[in-house]
Each structure stands twice: as structure tokens, then as C-alpha cells.
């Protein structure tokens, strides 16, 4: 499995500020993630994304979800295709696969009704 491709700072640092402006899209949709900022502005964009993509329900992708804003994702920041060589083929499937089983099964919750019983 590869790691990261080689990418320069300057895309490190374009993709830290797109995180950092996660705050600012998610804050217009009601929803201020502040441990969220803290992370990234602790760890950087690039180091908080590797951490949090693994850790379910860290990223606020649900919240999003709700509003129908899964764009606005960091999962669907790192899959960006100028951002993807900062991350491994490993991290982007990740990411990959949060937002297509998120999404399936906010789909499948909301269009499945389930029967009761008549007495």
C-alpha cells in the first residue's frame, strides 16, 4: 500500500484553511463544531483529517447529512482530487466509505417504513 503522495506545503496549507472554514459553513447551518477548530487549529488541517477520519461521529458528517450538506464534509474535502495525495489510499476509502454508508442509511431509514402490528 503507498502512502501519501508527494505534495507540496502550499497544498497542505490550502487544505488546512479549507478546514478551518468547515467552522464558518457548519456554523451557518446552526451547528458550531468547536472541538472540531480546536483539533485542526492544534494539529493542522492535514493531521486532524488522518485522525478523525477513522473515529465515527467526530466530524459532524451527520449533521451535515440532516441538512442534506454532505459536501461540506471533511470526508468530502479530502476527496477532492487536488487534495487527495495528501492522504493514503487507505484514508481516502475511508473517507469514501463514511459518506456512501451515511449516506445509504439515512436513505434507507427514511424511505423503509416499518409495518406494525393490528390488533
Known amino acids: 500500500m503507498r502512502g501519501p503522495r508527494s505534495v507540496g506545503p502550499a497544498?497542505?496549507?490550502?487544505?488546512?484553511?479549507?478546514?478551518?472554514?468547515?467552522?464558518?459553513?457548519?456554523?451557518?447551518?446552526?451547528?458550531?463544531?468547536?472541538?472540531?477548530?480546536?483539533?485542526?487549529?492544534?494539529?493542522?488541517?492535514?493531521?486532524?483529517?488522518?485522525?478523525?477520519?477513522?473515529?465515527?461521529?467526530?466530524?459532524?458528517?451527520?449533521?451535515?447529512?440532516?441538512?442534506?450538506?454532505?459536501?461540506?464534509?471533511?470526508?468530502?474535502?479530502?476527496?477532492r482530487p487536488e487534495f487527495q495525495p495528501l492522504f493514503t489510499e487507505l484514508e481516502l476509502k475511508e473517507a469514501t466509505q463514511r459518506l456512501a454508508s451515511a449516506t445509504r442509511s439515512r436513505s434507507r431509514g427514511r424511505l423503509q417504513a416499518q409495518p406494525t402490528e393490528r390488533k
Open 11 to 79: 497544498a497542505e496549507a490550502r487544505f488546512h484553511k479549507e478546514m478551518m472554514g468547515l467552522y464558518d459553513r457548519f456554523a451557518e447551518l446552526g451547528f458550531r463544531p468547536v472541538l472540531l477548530r480546536r483539533f485542526v487549529l492544534l494539529n493542522g488541517g492535514v493531521a486532524a483529517a488522518k485522525d478523525l477520519v477513522f473515529k465515527p461521529g467526530t466530524t459532524g458528517l451527520e449533521r451535515l447529512l440532516d441538512a442534506d450538506k454532505a459536501e461540506l464534509s471533511m470526508e468530502a474535502l479530502m476527496l
